[in-house]
């Protein structure tokens, strides 16, 4: 996972306004005609939110609020698809994420509502309760929420540790490599959150996605690597894979899970020393190709 930069909010007031509105259906009113004090109501609850940093409590369910209030503002997060009145919403969220913060893995098309919308009703179109996930992160949270050591990261409110706590087992079977991925039990990370980074992990099934990710990623690695120990040996495939870790840490970040991968490899001595070649064959005729 990886931490996001909190929006910005300068339209609260202006977005519950054009979310919450009272219409005449088959001839009855329907919806609710927002207050300026229910505004003011909203934008405090929003604000008691970013104090509790997303964390659950029963005020935010909204329980004090009129239940067609509360309703409309549910329904309001439908007018954030498409051309519809509140689409900045979610363009605003989305147009600056490219992976999903989550997992890594792929891209960040969704939002998801951090405190379930079905349960967090006027927090349905608040900015900061609305992550950017893929698909699959998304449905695998579903509408859980957690609470304490499981509660769900917060991919703008939870700073995740400065130091390296992901971290990578390899091991070599029958040619092919098994991968499993976990925190490090030695990185000095706080009690409490290494329980919510194993949590994460369980939670969206990360180390099970990322080691099928991680033996397709390398696959596209196979000739690079082949080369590298047909030129000089141990020392080249050790050399390619710590600078492929250094691009790769750059262009995600640190505790993504192909720098942790790369970094890991670079030090198994069985898989670079020759373990590569049974691992990640690549056809002699391409090889010599390319050798000369």
């Not at 689409?87 to 509502?113: F, M, Q, W, Y």
């Not at 925190?183 to 329980?195: G, S, T």
Request: aromatic content about 8%; overall charge negative; hydrophobic content about 40%.
């Amino acid at each position: 996972m990886r931490n996001l930069p909190l929006p910005a909010r300068p339209k609260d007031s202006d977005e519950l306004e054009i979310g919450v509105q009272q219409y005449r259906y088959a001839g009855n009113l329907r919806g609710h005609q927002i207050t300026d004090a229910e505004v003011n109501q909203i934008v405090q609850l929003y604000n008691d939110y970013d104090h509790q940093s997303g964390m659950t409590s029963e005020p935010l369910k909204g329980a004090a609020f009129p239940a067609s209030l509360v309703n409309e503002i549910y329904s309001a997060y439908g007018k954030t698809y498409g051309q519809k009145a509140l689409s900045d919403i979610r363009n605003d969220l989305l147009k600056s994420v490219d992976l999903c913060p989550t997992c890594g893995i792929n891209a960040a098309k969704e939002l998801d509502h951090h405190l379930p919308r079905s349960v967090f009703k006027p927090l349905a179109i608040y900015r900061r309760n609305l992550v950017p996930m893929c698909h699959d992160c998304n449905s695998l949270k579903s509408n859980d929420y957690g609470a304490g050591a499981d509660a769900h990261l917060h991919a703008y409110f939870d700073t995740l540790p400065d130091v390296e706590y992901l971290d990578a087992s390899i091991e070599i079977r029958n040619d092919a490599l098994v991968i499993a991925f976990s925190i490090d039990i030695a990185a000095v990370v706080p009690v409490e959150m290494r329980e919510r980074l194993v949590a994460h992990l369980r939670r969206f099934q990360l180390p099970s996605r990322w080691n099928d990710e991680a033996n397709s990623y390398l696959s596209s690695l196979s000739v690079a690597l082949n080369v590298a120990y047909n030129a000089t040996g141990q020392d080249g495939v050790k050399s390619f894979l710590r600078k492929q870790a250094t691009f790769e840490r750059v262009k995600f970040y640190e505790n993504h899970w192909r720098p942790v991968l790369l970094s890991v490899l670079a030090d198994h001595d069985e898989f670079t020393d020759g373990g590569v070649v049974a691992a990640l064959p690549v056809p002699d005729d391409i090889l010599n190709d390319l050798i000369g």
